[in-house]
T-cell receptor, first 116, second 114 residues
């Protein structure tokens, strides 16, 4: 069965500093990996995904993530944090199969707080 | 741009009552998903449609839950004989194409069972 772990419930970072939100996964085969962000009273917004190819993927709002197969990780990063990045971040994994579509499995989320 | 919409946004009901939620996906998306999210947890998969066909259901989806997508467009999720444990945010998402495609989420329906 596939699973996702986000080891930190909360990450605090000063505005302008780099940020990292950690994610590790467990899945059979090559994973499809996703990051979503959730602002208060709003649905999840897609940030970026890794399907294949370059291990470093770039997404919305200056975020990027690095796929590391040997460490089964997909950490979210941003070089310079903004106060407006404060939100709840979810990592998700899907195991591709011949039918083409399997459910997304989400981590518990990491709350990012960027302090001015 | 019309994203995924859900109605109602909030629902308060008494235990034992039936409730129905509606989801309107992005128009060109043929895949529609329902998830449940409780406080401090990530969304948990409930069920998934490809066009009008319900292709997969989670074990979380007890027999009190039923979902439909009659014409392959909007979907409804009904919960019969609600219990306090059903209190959660119910999220709908849609996607275009197979597994590599990202899902786009609606704002959710928050259900409170008293």
């Amino acid at each position: 069965a596939q699973s996702v772990a986000q080891p930190e419930d909360q990450v605090n970072v000063a505005e302008g500093n780099p940020l990292t939100v950690k994610c590790t996964y467990s899945v059979s085969g090559n994973p499809y990996l996703f990051w979503y962000v959730q602002y208060p009273n709003r649905g999840l917004q897609f940030l970026l995904k890794y399907i294949t190819g370059d291990n470093l993927v770039k997404g919305s709002y200056g975020f990027e993530a690095e796929f590391n197969k040997s460490q089964t990780s997909f950490h979210l990063k941003k070089p310079s944090a903004l106060v407006s990045d404060s939100a709840l971040y979810f990592c998700a994994v899907r195991a591709p199969r011949n039918s083409g579509n399997t459910p997304l499995v989400f981590g518990k989320g990491t709350r990012l707080s960027v302090i001015a | 741009d019309t994203g995924v919409s859900q109605d109602p946004r909030h629902k308060i009901t008494k235990r034992g009552q039936n409730v129905t939620f509606r989801c309107d996906p992005i128009s060109e998306h043929n895949r529609l998903y329902w998830y449940r999210q409780t406080l401090g947890q990530g969304p948990e998969f409930l069920t998934y449609f490809q066009n009008e066909a319900q292709l997969e259901k989670s074990r979380l989806l007890s027999d009190r839950f039923s979902a439909e997508r009659p014409k392959g467009s909007f979907s409804t999720l009904e919960i019969q004989r609600t219990e306090q444990g059903d209190s959660a945010m119910y999220l709908c998402a849609s996607s275009h194409g197979t597994g590599a495609y990202e899902q786009y989420f609606g704002p959710g329906t928050r259900l409170t069972v008293t």
